[in-house]
């Protein structure tokens, strides 16, 4: 193992070093304030720890592309094995998907960090070891999850990501709509993670490993359990594959805020912008998607998960779209279209598109992390206004932010050729090829086909109302941008959201990422567990569809909305209301939580206290009264217990003259 | 020869009166009297049944009689150092006074 000993090393520092100024940032804190660290050493630590992340990553991306690693680097025992079940172990697991999901949280890490440079140090913040230290444990997390090679693992670091959510939500603590944000994130999550955690005992109860990769991974056991028909957990191994894919979609469909668990994310936005970018569109969220794609050959052998996984994410994607129409604040508008972007991910993965999927992700990170750094300009410019309607006209005051967010939104917009677009047709291509196997992906399909053109509509109706027109107020008219901890991270991502997505252009013959993941050992996978199509032949006329489809909801919204200086949903009816609302999903989840749960929880409460507790008290108050009550027999009057006596005395031989039959 | 019921009922009545006694006065030493009656009236019975039986029943009435009287002596000489000590503390042997060992 002589000749990966440098990828080993390297892979092992990746979420080692961030982890390690987390350490260095949180003691430095601890000490005294005069030689403490202040904001600018953590600043520095938590860069540079990530800078080397990204260098690392780049690195170990480049040895396992020219040299086609996929191995378990380091594999060391935690828990000693009991009885017949082996040991539990940690470990690095390095293939395509490991080392490409690394070096795209390390770019967009180290891009956003530089940013927050900008964003939080020039406003006398004082919380800023902090927001570094939570920043810097969040990519050692982030890291390591991608990194992990057993269930258990992912399912630890899966937690860790969502802590550092909930610390950086809250990150301005004193904000009542931050905090409960927070707490709504976390037990939104929660409450996914819930059927996640069951899911990980469920795997090991029934396939006795949690190992992604070699001969004693979970997928081989799954699959030889299939194979011979086994009773698996006391059901038949079919059902115990698709029980258990749907318990860990539970945590998926939490983290990536997937429908019905996706109320979060909009909230999550009271964070600051440059841990929306990073947390909140570009990597933890996609740890979802990305557990999807490192256990699809698990889902892979049931048909019914992948149906599900393509209905949520089909649903998802047109759904949160809708809402993305109507929101005013810019950060709302991407949040929605973050959760409607991790829906075509669900989406592709549903309907086998393993590639599609995973390039998608990839292309989200990048131009959605600089939309979120561009509204972050936006905003620092405006000084803290989010609302749309107080900017317009941004274009000639803030150029390079206006061009870079552009390539963003044509790539989010899906318009040729950006990146966007060729993952969106690709996940799209996925659907509309196995719905000839399979008809009910023609539903999730067409759901995904409408989602694209209400995609490009609200995106250019943001384009248009922050940097088109005139400007809106005086803050609008003497916006100025940044310096180059901007122009970096917009450039950077500017050019990745161009360039990014011919990787993959599969209408153009170039298949590097498929080829790169070894996609087509996962379209096997699925083609012999769910009877998908083994590999997708490109369509040209669905490429055409989404274009044609993409550039006339991008038109439509550019040309309702630029100059506009009322917003046009006043004029709108009981639909604009709907959406306003949010389909009343948040009503209907505080329902059921104040409503229904609390009411019943009231209930069951009133029974704990009137019904248990009343027999326990009930007991000791008969106890108590009666022992009060007799206990005025003993009056302290010698006479009265002679009277007792002798009365007792006359009734015993009274009693036994009875029975004797003395009478 | 008088009859034994003669003395069952004398037995009997002195008895009662000596329960009359107990269950009335307040004088701690009237009480103690009133109970030397009571034991007296069962020694009375006991003898008296001795004698209706004659000796074929042998002497044991007279031998529990004799016992009687000697735990009686004992219980009076008990019963009085109690009413000592009862006079030292509240200056009266009425017994109602020592009520506090009660609820």
């Known amino acids: ?663 | 020869m008088v009859p034994t019921s003669y003395y069952v009922f004398l037995s009997a009545f002195i008895f009662a009166i000596g329960l009359y006694g107990v269950l009335t006065r307040e004088n701690a030493v009237v009480i103690l009297m009133c109970v030397e009656l009571m034991l007296n009236a069962g020694n009375l019975n006991l003898i008296a049944f001795a004698a209706h039986h004659g000796e074929a029943a042998g002497i044991a009435g007279q031998t529990f009689v004799l016992f009687v009287l000697a735990i009686a002596a004992a219980e009076v000489a008990v019963g009085l150092g109690v009413l000592v000590l009862v006079y030292r503390r509240y200056g009266t042997v009425n017994i109602r006074k020592p009520s506090y060992m009660r609820w």
């Open chain 1, 1 to 663: 193992m002589s000749e990966t000993a440098l990828v080993e090393t390297a892979a092992v520092l990746i979420p080692t070093v961030p982890l390690a100024a987390f350490a260095v940032i949180l003691l430095g804190a601890l000490l005294p304030k005069e030689r403490g660290f202040g904001g600018t050493t953590s600043t520095v630590a938590a860069i540079a720890s990530v800078a080397a992340s990204l260098v690392l990553s780049a690195l170990v991306f480049f040895e396992t592309w020219t040299r086609e690693l996929d191995f378990v680097a380091v594999q060391a025992v935690w828990v000693d094995a009991i009885g017949d079940l082996p040991d539990l172990t940690v470990g690095i697991l390095v293939d395509p998907l490991s080392a490409l999901m690394a070096l795209i949280v390390s770019v967009v890490a180290f891009l956003v960090l530089v940013f927050s440079k900008y964003y939080m140090n020039d406003e006398g913040e004082t919380g800023l070891p902090r927001y570094y230290a939570a920043l810097a444990l969040f990519s050692g997390s982030m890291l390591a999850f991608v990194f992990s090679s057993n269930l258990l693992m992912a399912f630890i670091f899966f937690e860790l990501v969502g802590l550092c959510s909930y610390l950086l939500i809250g990150f301005w603590y004193d904000r009542p709509s931050a905090a409960s944000a927070a707490k709504k994130a976390f037990l939104v999550t929660r409450f996914g993670d819930y059927f996640f955690l069951v899911g990980v005992a469920a795997v090991f109860a029934g396939f006795g490993t949690f190992a992604f990769h070699g001969d004693d991974s979970l997928f081989v056991a799954a699959q030889s359990a299939l194979e011979a028909d086994e009773t698996v957990l006391g059901v038949s191994a079919q059902t115990a594959v698709t029980v258990v894919a749907l318990l860990i979609l539970g945590g998926v469909i939490g983290k990536s805020a997937q429908f019905p668990l996706h109320t979060w994310l909009p909230d999550a936005m009271e964070g600051p912008t440059p841990v929306s970018a990073l947390i909140h569109a570009a990597t933890m969220v996609a740890a979802g998607v990305y557990l999807v794609a490192r256990t699809f050959e698990l889902y892979a052998l049931s048909p019914t998960a992948l149906l599900v996984v393509a209905f949520v994410g089909g649903f998802t994607a047109l759904f949160a779209a809708t809402m993305a129409l109507v929101m005013d604040d810019i950060k709302q508008v991407l949040a929605y279209s973050t959760i409607s972007q991790y829906g075509y991910m669900m989406l592709a993965l549903g309907a086998g598109g393993y590639t599609a999927a995973v390039f998608h992700l990839m292309n989200h990170a990048f131009f959605k992390a600089l939309l979120f750094l561009g509204a972050g300009s936006v905003i620092i410019a405006l000084h803290h206004k989010q609302d749309m309607w107080e900017m317009g006209g941004l274009r000639r005051r803030m150029p390079v932010t206006y061009w870079t967010f552009l390539a963003g939104s044509l790539a989010l917009a899906g318009i040729a050729p950006f990146s966007g677009y060729w993952s969106k047709d690709e996940a799209l291509l996925a659907a509309f090829r196995n719905a000839a196997n399979e008809p009910l992906l023609y539903i999730p399909f067409a759901l995904g086909m409408v989602a694209v053109v209400v995609t490009g509509f609200y995106t250019f109706r943001m384009v248009a109302l922050t940097f088109h027109g005139e400007p809106r107020t005086d803050a609008a008219r003497d916006a100025s941008e940044g310096g180059i901890s901007v122009y970096v991270p917009l450039g950077v991502l500017g050019v990745l959201a161009v360039v990014a997505g011919f990787v993959n252009a599969a209408p153009l013959g170039i298949h590097a990422l498929a080829d790169f993941l070894g996609a087509s050992a996962f379209y096997e996978a699925a083609a012999a567990g769910a009877g998908y199509v083994d590999g997708f032949e490109v369509s040209y006329a669905l490429s055409v569809a989404a274009l044609v489809l993409a550039v006339a909801g991008s038109a439509a919204g550019f040309k309702l909305y630029v100059g506009a200086d009322e917003p046009l949903k006043t004029r709108g009816g009981a639909t604009t209301r709907v959406l306003e609302k949010k389909y009343y999903l948040d009503h209907f989840q505080v329902w059921l939580a104040e409503d229904v749960t609390y009411r019943f929880s009231k209930l069951l409460n009133m029974f704990d206290l009137d019904i248990v507790d009343g027999v326990v008290n009930g007991t000791s108050r008969v106890s108590l009264g009666s022992g009060d009550a007799i206990r005025r027999m003993q009056t302290g009057v010698v006479a009265h217990y002679a009277a007792i006596i002798i009365l007792g005395t006359v009734a015993l031989v009274f009693i036994v003259g009875l029975v004797g039959g003395w009478f």
